[in-house]
């Protein structure tokens, strides 16, 4: 029904359009949001948005874009599973966005309108995402088609900087607790229709946890040439990143190391990116608007995993001794070596087999695409309504080269004072996680938005949008069955429908439903066997195919003022078809296999309310989220303190995603050129990964508190204080399963618990101070 009253509406649209006289057209104030919104065009009538302007994002020295969002965006959640600022998982109402594989991405996240979600695993790599350049930061609810795959729960578009919106030269210089060190010097000019921005960055840290620091270094750049009827873009990225960040610790090793100490490690990844876009925003007439966005982006990321090995020394024949894989359920195996088929570990290293207790992960990523999206938009009358529609289309092609490599090494773990670190035993790698895979991926797209003023008081927003996706896949080392070979093709279409009623001419009331999907990424395709579980993000094997996911929301708002106060009161629910998962099927937590979930839900509600008095600026949201799972199904989970295979019933709650946030800011200007703020975040409890079924303990809730102050000096040179974690708590945001006494039974007998945690940060201090040049026009 819904599908048919799109077609039918866009049909008579594109007719009305034909036979319009351009010159007693009408201004449309309102339109529908799409990948290329501008802070101009922001008003969503299909969900809601929240902005981030730049005084917001860089008023305070922050390390990263996702704790500026966690602190001050409703239903935004971070969960630091690596304890590295650039990479945590953003959770937006129970959609992820994450660097890491194995979670399912639900959020789709695009760069002066290009999708930046890598091909290969739909992650997101937060470090290659330019803070100090960005000029707002728009975050869209609801299942809105017109953005594409993985916008299952919302979108979040970032604008940059060019030199028309920033025109100043101006250094900034932070430092902090546990090393960090970062500087950025920007510019913005311009001249005539000429101008020029441009960004380098550079951050250091020694990282709170040990063996974990990081640098990061940016450069940013955009020429444009605009005019009163055309705008021109021509942005450049470079980035070159060095992370680390030692991810989760047993629960249990507190009781004799600090908060800092690291399980194991390594775990280091390397991003280098190159990324060219164009952006052409111009009128053809008076009323007919062409925007085009094109790029091409090459990101290569290399990683290395040390972590505890799944072999043990078994005999091989003869005598001899070689490593098998302890995993298996089956008669062990023993371990095919690469070059040395056949042949027992005994015979290829003076090493004895039992010393051989760490695995020494490498894995290397190239993602090389490109692609082009051309939007036209034109006011029109429908009848007597004024109208005003969005077409657009546009393409995508992505080549993806990757292999990985899991080499055997020593965990050095004899005592306490050991460092845990494995070192690997050069050469000696195991033939069965070798992965050499090259993918191509192809997306054809079109979507639409009209926007309709039925009257003075109601606006009617559709949309709709078709998606052809072909995945292929070769193998590089084997070929026919058993091969990961594959060829993969999937079509959608997807509806939305948006309603405002302005109650009057402060306050409105909103109604959306909406429709979109994500396909299964090629790292998904490649890890569909529960017969045959991979080791993320190395080894992949031949697998089952994997259906797409299906988002429908359903969302309700009232957004008001009242004076100086505004306000605003969000009900949503989310249900997903074939969601995907990943199921724990080992040791360690980056074993196992992707599944379809018949359904889950997603139940929420959100409420804000903002103030401004006199010297003071107040602000509180809270939100419920109700995360479920909507279908059963077994948790293969095989470290789950009750054992393997627990049975998931429908409305068990989705782990690690609190229920309840709540959020208190604000800010008290004792005069123009000094203000002090704080802020109050509380986060309730949730589940372990793994514990679907939930049937065990719970990740406790916490509360944080931070504060910062700024005092401009003379319209140059401004100070800013920031401390993140006020009080010093204690606190955890993150929770898995693991074998903890397979690394640490020898250091820590009484140490069997197989509760992991991802520690959250410490009280940390920065400073920042920025000095502006004069004028760059």
């Known amino acids: 029904m819904i599908k048919a009253c799109l077609i039918g509406l866009l049909v008579i649209t594109s007719f009305a359009n034909a036979n319009t006289d351009q010159n007693t057209l009408e201004t449309i104030v309102i339109t529908g949001s799409n990948p290329l919104s501008k802070l101009s065009d922001t008003q969503s009538i299909i969900g809601q948005t929240q902005i981030l302007t730049s005084d917001q994002l860089h008023r305070l020295p922050s390390r990263s874009l996702a704790e500026i969002m966690r602190n001050q965006l409703v239903s935004v959640n971070i969960n630091d599973v690596q304890n590295n600022p650039f990479q945590p998982d953003v959770q937006y109402r129970g959609f992820t966005a994450s660097p890491l594989l194995g979670l399912p991405q639900g959020l789709s996240i695009y760069l002066n309108g290009t999708r930046v979600n890598e091909p290969f695993g739909d992650t997101v790599n937060w470090d290659l995402l330019p803070l100090e350049a960005l000029d707002n930061v728009l975050l869209f609810s609801t ?347 999937f079509t959608s279409f997807n509806p939305a429908i948006g309603l405002t009623y302005a109650i009057s001419d402060v306050s409105n009331f909103n109604l959306s439903y909406a429709q979109a999907t994500r396909v299964p990424s090629p790292a998904e395709l490649s890890c569909a066997d529960e017969d045959d579980p991979c080791r993320l993000p190395n080894g992949f094997v031949a697998d089952p195919p994997l259906n797409k996911v299906v988002t429908r929301t359903l969302e309700a708002s009232f957004v008001g003022s009242l004076d100086t106060l505004s306000y605003n009161a969000t009900v949503f629910h989310s249900q997903s078809v074939d969601d995907i998962i990943f199921q724990q099927a080992g040791t360690t937590s980056s074993r196992g296999y992707f599944i379809n979930i018949d359904k889950t839900q997603r139940l929420g509600v959100e409420l804000s309310v903002s103030r401004q008095f006199d010297k003071w600026s107040t602000s509180a949201s809270y939100n419920y989220l109700d995360a479920t799972f909507e279908s059963g199904f077994t948790s293969f989970s095989p470290m789950n303190p009750l054992g393997p295979n627990r049975q998931v019933s429908a409305g068990d709650t989705i782990p690690g995603q609190p229920q309840h946030q709540l959020k208190l800011r604000g800010i008290y200007y004792y005069s123009d050129s000094w203000n002090m703020g704080a802020q109050f975040i509380y986060a309730s409890k949730q589940y372990y990964r793994g514990d679907e079924a939930n049937e065990n303990k719970q990740i406790g809730a916490y509360s944080l508190v931070n504060i910062f102050s700024e005092y401009i000096v003379n319209d140059r040179l401004t100070f800013a204080l920031r401390v993140d974690n006020l009080f010093d708590s204690d606190y955890d945001t993150f929770g898995t399963y693991g074998e903890a006494d397979e690394v640490l039974e020898d250091i820590y007998p009484s140490i069997d618990s197989p509760y992991f945690i991802g520690v959250g940060h410490p009280r940390t201090v920065s400073i920042n101070v920025q000095y502006k040049f004069k004028s760059s026009s």
């Open 143 to 489: 299942s809105n088609p017109v953005f594409g795959q993985n916008t299952l729960g919302g979108a979040l578009v970032l604008n940059t900087k060019n030199g028309f919106s920033y025109e100043e030269t101006a250094i900034d210089i932070s430092v902090g607790q546990y090393g960090r060190k970062e500087w950025s010097l920007q510019s913005g000019m311009n001249q005539g229709n000429w101008g020029l921005y441009v960004l380098a960055n550079q951050y250091q840290e020694d990282g709170w946890r040990d063996f974990s620091p990081s640098e990061v270094n940016q450069f940013f750049s955009t020429l444009s040439h605009h005019t009163s009827d055309s705008q021109i873009d021509l942005t450049w990225l470079y980035v070159d990143n060095e992370l680390l960040g030692n991810g989760a610790i047993p629960e249990a090793l507190l009781e004799f190391e600090p908060r800092s100490a690291v399980y194991t490690h390594p775990d280091q990844t390397n991003n280098e990116l190159n990324f060219i876009t164009l952006n052409i925003n111009t009128s053809l007439n008076n009323s007919l608007k062409l925007i085009v966005n094109a790029f091409y982006r090459d990101n290569e990321t290399q990683s290395i995993n040390g972590d505890d090995s799944d072999y043990g020394a078994c005999e091989f024949a003869q005598g001899l001794i070689t490593l098998c894989d302890l995993e298996d359920d089956n008669e062990p195996q023993a371990v095919n070596f690469v070059g040395y088929e056949g042949v027992a570990f005994s015979q290829i290293s003076d090493i004895d087999a039992d010393e051989v207790d760490g695995t020494y992960n490498t894995g290397r990523a190239r993602n090389e695409s490109r692609g082009m999206t051309a939007q036209l938009s034109q006011p029109f009358k429908l009848g007597t309504l004024p109208s005003q529609t969005i077409y657009g289309v546009g393409a995508i092609r992505a080549g993806i080269n990757y292999k990985a490599d899991s080499t055997f090494g020593i965990l050095a773990n004899d005592t306490a004072d050991d460092t845990r670190v494995v070192v690997p035993l050069t050469g000696i790698l195991d033939d069965e996680a070798r992965v050499r895979l090259d993918v191509d991926t192809t997306t054809a797209f079109a979507y639409v938005s009209n926007v309709t003023e039925l009257s003075a008081a109601m606006t009617l927003n559709i949309a709709a949008r078709y998606n052809r996706d072909h995945i292929l896949m070769r193998d590089l080392i084997d070929q026919g069955e058993g091969s990961l070979n594959g060829d993969h093709r």
